[in-house]
């Protein structure tokens, strides 16, 4: 009786460990907030003064990506532990369960090409991770990619999705066939973008970091899926993770509680474009951008 009891509660273990590392339980209390932004002629600008705290809760609410120019979809913990993903309207200010489930959590939403899917990693039953897709009018949820796991984070690049896959070391993967998943690199960041207007899929190459001025900084790659080929574009804001793209040329990353663009094709360096003074609140991790590039929402965490 007490060796199968403590077998199980070593499984226990061995599961709530894994799930710390890759997504859920060790996750940090983090808040999200809203923010105007404008591009024109003479650049992109963003008004801090507009920020906006959405969320409310005391747990995980992070991993915002935008589906359409008024909506986007988010992670949220619940006191269970577990996450679902919920929508928020910044027309009418209205949240919306896109999954309300009670023994999975769902992680990494973005939208699926044809716009009927919303997708996520998600944490099933006996803590399989792969990437799920959730119709938009709530219908039952599609497995993808069946046999790629464990997932921990993707980029879409049109109907495909480049896949993060948990392991040692961990592996950036592209499934051009279910016969053919093509390694497109290892120890990547979790943060995979389709460059705009071309067949790039961009990350963080973590096999390349150097210290400058005390920050550890990682080259950024683009694989093209037509080549199958990698190649530097630059290099990424020193201790930040995670990027969107303004535009095919111009990324924007944070780092503490400033943000910063950068020109890939004109190589120059990160530049601070604003300082977000959220009382309470520090330090600007995920980030999404509109895509009428009106509106920003960035997730930070209480500040001790």
């Known amino acids: 009786?007490?060796?199968?009891?403590?077998?199980?509660?070593?499984?226990?273990?061995?599961?709530?460990?894994?799930?710390?590392?890759?997504?859920?339980?060790?996750?940090?209390?983090t808040d999200l907030f809203l923010i105007q932004a404008k591009k024109s002629l003479f650049g992109f600008k963003i008004y801090p003064e507009t920020v906006k705290k959405i969320t409310k809760g005391n747990n995980y609410d992070n991993q915002p990506t935008f589906i359409n120019k008024s909506q986007f979809v988010f992670t949220s913990q619940a006191e269970s532990g577990y996450t679902d993903i919920i929508m928020y309207n910044l027309v009418n200010g209205k949240f919306t369960n896109m999954t309300r489930t009670s023994d999975i959590s769902e992680y990494s939403p973005d939208i699926t090409s044809c716009g009927q899917y919303i997708?996520?990693?998600?944490?099933e039953k006996d803590s399989t991770q792969r990437l799920w897709l959730y119709p938009i009018n709530l219908g039952e949820p599609e497995?993808?990619?069946?046999?790629?796991?464990?997932?921990?984070?993707?980029?879409?690049?049109g109907e495909t999705a480049a896949l993060f896959q948990l392991g040692t070391p961990n592996?950036?993967?592209?499934?051009?066939?279910r016969e053919d998943i093509f390694e497109v690199a290892q120890n990547p960041g979790r943060c995979i973008k389709s460059r705009p207007g071309t067949d790039e899929i961009v990350y963080l190459d973590k096999n390349t970091n150097i210290i400058s001025d005390g920050k550890e900084v990682f080259e950024l790659k683009g694989y093209n899926v037509n080549?199958?080929?990698s190649e530097k574009i630059g290099t990424a804001l020193g201790n930040a993770e995670d990027f969107c793209w303004l535009d095919k040329n111009n990324l924007i990353m944070a780092r503490d509680n400033s943000i910063y663009l950068k020109n890939i094709s004109k190589g120059t360096d990160w530049e601070e474009i604003a300082f977000i003074n959220m009382p309470g609140y520090q330090n600007i991790s995920r980030i999404a951008l509109s895509p009428d590039n009106k509106n920003l929402v960035i997730a930070m965490e209480p500040a001790n």
């Open 1 to 29: 009786m007490f060796g199968g009891t403590n077998k199980l509660y070593s499984l226990f273990i061995i599961v709530f460990f894994f799930l710390s590392i890759s997504y859920g339980y060790a996750q940090e209390s």
């Open 119 to 123: 997708s996520a990693v998600t944490v």
């Open 143 to 157: 497995l993808l990619y069946d046999d790629i796991k464990p997932v921990g984070y993707y980029g879409w690049h």
């Open 171 to 177: 592996r950036l993967v592209y499934p051009y066939s």
């Open 227 to 229: 080549s199958r080929q």
